[in-house]
Each structure stands twice: as structure tokens, then as C-alpha cells.
């Protein structure tokens, strides 16, 4: 196979670089099968004629994966038959799937770079696992990293975040280009002309990683530092040396707060948690929801101040929610973070805490309830006849509030004995359970009805009607959007 390469690529010194950066990071032992994730773009083209050239000195099986993500239409198409191409031209096994990631997007409610991340993974791990592969090369580089760093940096990220891309991932997936610049790679492809494919939107900077790689990182190395990617992945590799230091001491701090560890449930003790410093708790709540979830996408520091805010409360019996399904509850002297498949489904009662505009999946009815800022003149509004007078079309799924009459969080929970609102058009308080009565909603429809309140005060019955309290009115400046996403299963 290493005959496809020329005699001059086989010893070109950004080989070498690669070869120790494998080495360092033992990506390989003899005897593995490697699948090498070709997109067909440089970087991953680089890669695989790296490797090819290298295999034989590692004592390496490779294989080639190629995901098309339907996106780009034609274009995609054209990738993916390119990527088949090389493949055979370099006589290596490979595999090609489509995906269609916006389909994806939509049921899952990401944004396009997540789920095609995650589509993508999906797909690699697969392959891996049905062709005997134990091990998955990517085309991630030195620049790719400083782009990272930034990027988290940009979002307010703690130390995990800011120490980059890791070379080694779960002992699985490898990036041997990590120690290389964008540069240097496209030097190597030239230099024996070797082929490769263009993706137009990478260029596009609506993207925050875009905007960064085609604004901020030159502007930097043109006006602050010439070297700022070396910097910044100096700065990173530190960090995570640090890192992984940090996380060894405090394993068994961890270990001496779990209670108990049940399918995708632990509680922690809450006298324990109580001894240590601020620093090691959030660090262990990130831990522990990791190991609930399996990884802390979508945790922000929010989430883990929420969770702190809840363990200081002093106050059992409260809970809140966070992305994925993972719910956290405070109960005598215990914090109980569970995951979708340990939680009380079907229970009938149920109550979850949101914390900023965003969408929360209500297990026990499998609804979910979407809250949005929007301006004012995107909502579907119009004046009446008469002058002094405001109204706005809304649905019984969707409501708008007059978001200054609000504050998060807002509590979703189902009806309860008592509960009283004064509905919209109104002038005095009405009992929810008379509002059923009166609208004729079934008694195994109530149960199952999200009830929102702010501040202990309902503020919509959600699919029914809102309180008049929090209308959008003419003076209203900020409006925020809730709408009930039902889900039906068709038979």
C-alpha cells in the first residue's frame, strides 16, 4: 500500500512530527485496526496518506469511514464518491453511509454542528464495532485546537473546556495531526499533489468557529502574537495535564460523598458535600452528572450552580431539571441525580424547574415545553377596532407573556388540589379544577396537564389558558414565547 505514496511524501518530515506525536500519546500498539474518518477535505486526506505511510512501522491495520450528511446536496454526494475512490485507489476497505443530520436535528432539538457531531460519532463507533476497528483516527490538527480554545474561552468555559481537543479520547479515538498547523498540512498535499475536496461552508461565518478562524485568530496573530496557535495550544496542553492531575485527586473525594449507585441514579450525601470547598463541589456534581448522562454536553455553569444552589437551600424535597433528561432532587440528606431510564415515569406527579428560555422534555407525559425570546414584532399580533384596546392571535399550544412580569426559574408540575389562576379576560381567581370541569377536560387529561407557575403563582395552563396577570400588553418590550410540543404515537 505504501506504494501509492511517492518516495518524497513517505519521508517527509511532517512524518516525523506525526510519527513522534503517535508515539508520545501511544495512539497505537502493534497489531490494531485503525479507521480513519475521511470527509475528503484536507486535513483528513493528509491524514490517511500520513498513516498509510506510517502503518507499516506501527504495525497497523487501516480501514476508511465516510458519513455523507446530506446537507450540501450534490456536493455531498460528490465527496462521498471521491472519498470511495481513493479508497480503492489505495486498496484499503471502506465504508460510506448517508444520514440525513437535518431530519436529525429537527427530532432532537440541537443545533446543525451537534447533531451532525453526533450523527457522525454515531456512525464512526459503528463501523468500527461491525469491522473489527479498535481504534478511530481523526483529522483534528493544531489549529482546530486553538480554535477550540477560544471558542470555550469565548463562552465562559472552566479548565476542562479551555485545555482543547485531547490527542487520545476514551482510549479510542486518536488525532496524530494534533501537533500540526493548517499550514504544514496543506504544504504536505501540495508538495506531492495530492488531492483532495473543498467544503464552501466552512467559510461561513453565521458559525462561531468560522468567525474565529477566519477573523479572530488572524487578527490576533497579525496585531498580538504571530504564534498564537502555539500558544494557545501550549496554554491548553498545560491545562490538561493539570487536568488529569486534578481529576485523580479527587476521585476518592467522590467516592466519599456517593451513597449509593443504582441503573443511571446517585446520591450523593449532602453532609459530606457540605465539608468541602466550593471548588471540589461543582467538580464532583460535574462528575456525577458525567457519570448519570455519560458525558456534559450542554452543562453549563449554570446547571452547576443551579444544582449548588439547591444542595445550600437547606430545603429537601426540591428538584430541578437539566438537558437530557437528567433531573436532580434533594431529599433527606441526599442528592439524587437520575437519568432518563431511573426516573419515576408514570408516576403521576411530577415537577420540573427551568431555568432560562430553552426546551424541557416532560418525562411522565412525553411532551415537551419550549420557551423563546422574541421581538415584538414577531409576534402574531394585531390592534381591534377599537383603539385602546390590545390583543394577539395565540393557540392553545403556544402563549405569549410579557416576559418583564416573569423571572426564572419556572416551575412545571402537574395540578394539585387547590390550585387557583385568574384566566385570561378575567377579573377574579378561578379554581383550576372548576376550569376542567367547566371545559370538560378528562379526568386522565388533568393529571397529565403541565401547570407553570412563577414565584408560586400560576401563570398558564398549558394547552388551556394563561393568567390574565402576565399578558402582553401595549406597554410590554419583552416577550417571551411558550409553547406546548405534544407528542402523539401513531398506531
Known amino acids: 500500500m505504501a506504494n501509492y505514496l511517492s518516495h518524497k511524501a513517505r519521508n517527509h518530515k511532517l512524518l516525523q512530527t506525526v510519527a513522534q506525536t503517535v508515539s508520545a500519546c501511544q495512539m497505537f500498539q502493534p497489531g490494531d485496526s485503525v479507521l480513519v474518518g475521511v470527509s475528503g477535505g484536507p486535513d483528513s486526506v493528509a491524514l490517511l496518506y500520513m498513516l498509510l505511510s506510517l502503518s507499516p512501522g506501527f ?8 458519513l455523507n450528511h446530506c446537507l450540501r446536496g450534490e456536493d455531498s454526494d460528490n465527496d462521498a464518491e471521491f ?17 440525513d443530520v437535518q431530519k436529525y436535528r429537527n427530532a432532537h432539538k440541537l443545533s446543525l454542528e451537534e447533531a451532525a457531531r453526533q450523527v457522525r460519532y454515531a456512525f464512526y463507533e459503528n463501523m468500527a464495532e461491525k469491522n473489527g476497528f479498535n481504534k478511530i483516527a481523526l483529522g483534528h490538527h493544531a489549529d482546530d485546537n486553538a480554535e477550540s480554545v477560544l471558542m470555550y474561552l469565548l463562552r465562559g468555559s472552566g479548565p476542562r473546556g479551555i485545555s482543547g481537543i485531547p490527542p487520545v479520547r476514551e482510549g479510542k479515538f486518536v488525532r496524530p495531526l494534533i501537533c500540526l498547523t493548517k499550514s504544514e498540512i496543506i504544504d504536505f498535499l501540495e508538495s506531492d499533489r495530492l488531492k483532495y475536496v473543498s467544503d464552501l461552508t466552512n467559510r461561513d461565518t453565521k458559525h462561531l468557529r468560522n468567525r474565529i478562524r477566519h477573523h479572530l485568530l488572524p487578527m490576533l496573530k497579525a496585531s498580538y502574537n504571530p504564534k498564537i496557535t502555539e500558544t494557545l495550544n501550549r496554554m491548553a496542553s498545560i491545562l490538561r495535564t493539570e487536568e488529569e492531575w486534578i481529576e485523580e485527586v479527587i476521585n476518592p473525594v467522590f467516592k466519599s460523598c456517593v451513597s449509593a449507585v443504582e441503573n443511571k441514579k446517585i446520591a450523593l450525601s449532602v453532609s459530606a458535600m457540605y465539608r468541602l470547598h466550593v471548588a471540589a463541589q461543582k467538580r464532583i456534581v460535574r462528575k456525577t452528572i458525567a457519570q ?40 433527606r440528606g441526599m442528592l439524587l441525580f437520575s437519568g432518563a431510564e431511573s426516573s419515576d415515569a408514570g408516576c403521576g406527579n411530577f ?17 415537551y415545553l419550549e420557551f423563546s425570546r422574541i421581538g415584538r414584532e414577531d409576534m402574531p399580533c394585531f390592534k381591534s377596532g377599537d383603539p385602546g384596546r390590545f390583543s394577539f392571535q395565540s393557540s392553545d399550544q403556544a402563549v405569549f407573556f410579557d416576559m418583564d412580569t416573569l423571572s426564572f426559574p419556572i416551575i412545571i408540575r402537574n395540578f394539585r388540589p387547590g390550585d387557583r389562576f385568574t384566566p385570561l379576560g378575567m377579573s377574579g381567581t378561578q379554581k383550576v379544577k372548576k376550569y376542567f370541569i367547566n371545559n370538560k377536560v378528562p379526568g386522565k387529561e388533568r393529571v397529565k396537564c403541565p401547570i407553570l407557575l412563577c414565584q408560586g403563582k400560576i401563570v398558564w395552563i398549558a394547552g388551556h389558558r394563561m393568567d390574565e396577570s402576565v399578558k402582553v400588553t401595549p406597554s410590554t418590550r419583552n416577550v417571551l414565547k411558550a409553547e406546548l410540543l405534544k407528542v402523539r404515537v401513531e398506531s
Open 292 to 331: 448519570v448522562k455519560g458525558n456534559l454536553r450542554r452543562i453549563t455553569y449554570t446547571h452547576t450552580d443551579a444544582v449548588l444552589n439547591l444542595l445550600q437551600k437547606g430545603t429537601d424535597c426540591a428538584s430541578l431539571d437539566l438537558p437530557d433528561h437528567i433531573r436532580v432532587k434533594r431529599d
Open 83 to 99: 472519498v470511495a475512490s481513493l479508497a480503492r485507489e489505495l486498496g484499503l476497505p471502506y465504508y460510506i453511509r448517508k444520514e
Open 59 to 66: 504495525s497497523i491495520r487501516l480501514g476508511v469511514a465516510h
Open 351 to 367: 415537577e420540573y424547574s427551568i431555568l432560562a428560555p430553552g426546551t424541557i422534555f416532560i418525562e411522565e407525559t412525553g411532551d
